[in-house]
């Protein structure tokens, strides 16, 4: 799979690229402003209670940002320290979690109502890309949080590596002991108690309930896996201990579209394009390593700028020329001078990029410099040092100003939504021709869900899920995606 590559530009009077699996771009105008003042000090959805030196990222990422103007609710506040509460009582080690292990593999009976029920996020073992396995974390953390559930994660691949753990005195891992181990590879649309099977064959309803239940919430789901997704459902499968779900996507948007969640919603998000952005800070803080990673290139390259660009590179350099130029996120270069030969090539490379900023001087009179924090072309996602420096570069290009991202990455979508930043979205070429325009701004920060259901609850078949209500809406780069937006109605 064809990784894209990030570009940085930063300095005094200066701008500058660097190239890794996003392209960061950093550019400086003459006056140089004192980095204190677009510190931000957003910790109000963090507690107290959590320790700072193991995870020296939680409190001091926000100052590498500039002030986010979208302020947590305090219903959000509210509902993350019941959560917390609630995690503590019955995350893994405690009593209440080992009641509920015993009762896997069989049918659940009774509901006393103050038992603890689960929601076990698991990702393949390879395959599945950083940016997928983030967003989709992101949306299951949110169902959790509606829910009442417990949110664990699945601890076999390299999380642990990435991200510190989010909520305290307790853990987000599913224990290796668990009786749920041994059978998550063997989850798959035909498992017997995989949810859109049951439904298809009549195999669950208000009077049969299982123990465990498995969700199949990938791009390619069927018709009855998206059943879950309708109102009537959810009121069986909330009677359900354990879901043990997997999905690439961010299905957040039809989280929206079940009404007794939505009254929730609304008090939890009243800016509603603010899902991922206030969730992924909350839960998403990189291990020690991958901070450190972040803080020098951030302290070399970005430290003391003006204004921030970055740039996710997928995509011929012409193209990002063009969009960054036309809408006057670069400045042009003075090109009276004889114009190398690789600046007249119609698939401009990186190298390109770089030369022409260095061998020509802005119209502007800003200076331009390109930086690549890693060289890595390719994705590897299975590859524990590759994920520590995607990460890395997800964090950096969430520090930029502006961003421009490709059609459809979840890398982006990432990137944006931590930086709080509605992106230029690079639209995919026409036989291998640049679009006009390249580029277009984004309706909000919020990631696309690409492969929505088809809204087929009470009978409803075949609706356009983009036009149910105007908070919904068709993503910008993608037919028949759909993403959360501010209702300006």
């Known amino acids: 799979m064809k990784r894209a590559m990030p570009f940085i530009i930063s300095g005094m009077m200066k701008l500058t690229i660097g190239i890794a699996t996003c392209l960061l771009l950093l550019f400086c105008l003459v006056l140089l402003q004192q980095s204190s003042n677009i510190f931000n000090h ?3 959805v963090f507690t107290k209670e959590l320790d700072e030196d193991s995870c020296l990222s939680r409190y001091p990422s926000s100052l590498y940002r500039k002030t986010s103007p979208y302020k947590p609710s305090q219903h959000l506040i509210s509902k993350l320290r019941r959560y917390e509460m609630l995690h503590k009582r019955c995350g893994p080690g405690t009593e209440a979690y080992k009641s509920a292990t015993e009762k896997l593999g069989h049918n659940h009976v009774s509901n006393s109502g103050d038992e603890c029920r689960y929601v076990l996020c698991v990702s393949p073992l390879s395959g599945l890309g950083l940016g997928n396995r983030m967003i989709s974390m992101v949306s299951m953390f949110l169902y959790a949080l509606l829910t009442e559930r417990i949110m664990l994660v699945d601890q076999r691949i390299d999380t642990s590596d990435l991200f510190c753990e989010p909520f305290p005195g307790t853990s987000w891992f599913l224990p290796l002991d668990s009786p749920l181990m041994d059978q998550l590879d063997s989850f798959n649309r035909e498992y017997s108690r995989c949810y859109g099977t049951m439904l298809k064959n009549h195999c669950i309803n208000s009077t049969t309930i299982p123990s465990q239940l498995y969700l199949y919430l990938f791009h390619d789901y069927g018709d009855h896996d998206q059943m879950f997704f309708c109102e009537d459902k959810q009121m069986i499968i909330g009677k359900v201990p354990w879901l043990v779900a997997k999905s690439n996507q961010y299905f957040v948007p039809s989280l929206w579209l079940i009404p007794s969640f939505l009254t929730k919603l609304i008090k939890l998000f009243p800016q509603k394009d603010t899902v991922f ?9 990189p291990t020690n390593q991958v901070w450190g990673m972040v803080t020098r290139s951030y302290i070399a390259y970005l430290s003391r700028t003006d204004e ?3 740039i996710q590179v997928r995509h011929v350099m012409d193209q ?6 036309r809408e006057k996120l670069l400045p042009e270069v003075d090109t009276h001078e ?3 030969t690789t600046e007249k090539t119609s698939k401009l490379k990186a190298g390109s990029l770089k030369s022409m900023y260095w061998e020509h001087p802005t119209l502007t009179g800003a200076v331009v410099v390109v930086h690549q924090p890693s060289q890595e ?13 995607t990460l890395a570069e997800m964090y950096l290009l969430s520090m930029t ?3 421009v991202i490709s059609a459809s990455s979840t890398f982006g979508y990432v990137a944006q939504g931590m930086g709080g930043l509605k992106s230029w979205i690079l639209y995919e070429p026409v036989n291998h021709t640049v679009p006009d325009p390249p580029c277009g701004r984004a309706i909000s920060m919020e990631p696309c869900f690409h492969v929505p259901p088809v809204y087929g ?7 356009n899920t983009g036009n149910i209500v105007p908070f919904v809406r068709h993503r910008e780069d993608r037919i028949l995606g759909i993403k959360l937006v501010q209702d300006t109605s």
């Open 42 to 44: 957003h910790k109000s």
């Open 277 to 285: 952005h206030h969730l992924s800070r909350y839960i998403f803080h």
């Open 308 to 310: 921030r660009l970055g």
């Open 320 to 325: 990002i020329v063009a969009c960054t130029q």
């Open 338 to 340: 004889q114009v190398p």
């Open 377 to 389: 072309a390719h994705q590897q996602s299975d590859k524990k040092l590759h994920n520590k420096k």
């Open 401 to 403: 100003d502006e961003v």
């Open 457 to 463: 609850c009470k009978g409803k078949t075949g609706t």
